[in-house]
Nanobody
């Protein structure tokens, strides 16, 4: 079973930056397309960004495009999310997750499994 461990969350100011990391417990990480999702209190889980196995095919939600950057280091079995120009609406618990199903869109959370505990991002003025 794949286990993901997210870190790097915390408190940031509006316009500030944070870098999230997600480490896998297994080297099969390099065989999975990966994604970041987030969930704010009272809201549904929301797609943020995804990366193909080799990191060449990248997708972003419109709400973060131009501000967030997803990347991965397969040798370190780690996924990253660089978040710049943070806004209050970016506050949420962020999850990294491997894609295990390929029947619907990459932005559908049902295509992913092995959800971790997430890391909380708070944005304040």
């Amino acid at each position: 079973q794949v286990q993901m461990s997210e870190s790097g969350g915390g408190l940031a100011q509006i316009g500030g930056s944070l870098r999230l990391s997600c480490t896998s417990s297994t080297r099969t990480f390099s065989t999975y397309a990966m994604a970041w999702f987030r969930q704010a209190p009272g809201n549904a889980r929301e797609f943020v960004a995804s990366s193909s196995v080799n990191g060449l095919n990248i997708y972003y939600a419109d709400s973060v495009k131009g501000r967030f950057t997803i990347s991965r280091d397969n040798a370190k079995t780690t996924l990253y999310l660089q978040m710049d120009n943070l806004k209050p609406e970016d506050a949420a618990v962020y999850y990294c997750v491997p894609r295990t199903i390929w029947t619907r869109s990459y932005s559908d959370s049902g295509q992913y499994d092995y959800w971790g505990q997430g890391t909380r991002v708070t944005v304040s003025s």
